[in-house]
């Protein structure tokens, strides 16, 4: 189902029961909550485990350093980083940014490698660091981009019912807050569509058009043969 910024923002009025109070939120504080509802779904989405629905895959960016690497410019969160030894791709394990100067000064080749993420305060840049030091061009990611921010009546999002009416719905809970009014039964709406939303991304099908697969490959990335087909 597609529904546009204006929809899920008149979406959220009507299950806040605020369609002739918009006065109290006008539009562009109901843009702001719509944007928050519908990020706070991405999370939702993507902290399930195999949830897959919005990932992408991609070889990283140009090397920055010894061993920090550059991320694409939407990402988000990291779900899986492979590192090529010789003819095979190897999954990296997540490391405590603690652990910086320990595999810095340690760089074992022993086990597989380690890799953690860091955010540039100054620039908003995103790096991901890897141990040892591996050589360019020889790192897979496979990443769940930024979500979408709407910022024009028109910006569209096409998502199942269910995800859009929680994102009016939590939009509504945001509206009603700003007024100061009950949020009860909303509250109630949203807790059960988060069941709802969880139990049927567990669930989902991955042959599903809606997911973005491992795509082939060789050296086995993601699986146990093919060819690149990036």
Known sequence: MQKTLSQLREGARNRADMTLDS???????????????YHELYDLITSADDARQFTVNATIPPQVGTYSFRLPSDFYRVVSLHVRRGEYYVPALPADPSMYAELADNPSEIGPPRYFVRWDINTGERFVFVFPAPTPETLA???WPQPAELSLDSDS??????WLEFVTVSAGIRMLDKVERDATALLLAKRQLEARIRKAVYASDFNSPRMIRDVAHRYGFGGFGGYYNW
């Open 23 to 37: 006065d109290s939120v006008d539009d562009t504080e109901a843009n702001l909550y719509v944007n928050e509802a």
């Open 157 to 162: 999002v096409d998502n199942p019912s269910s």
């Open 141 to 143: 990611i496979t990443y």
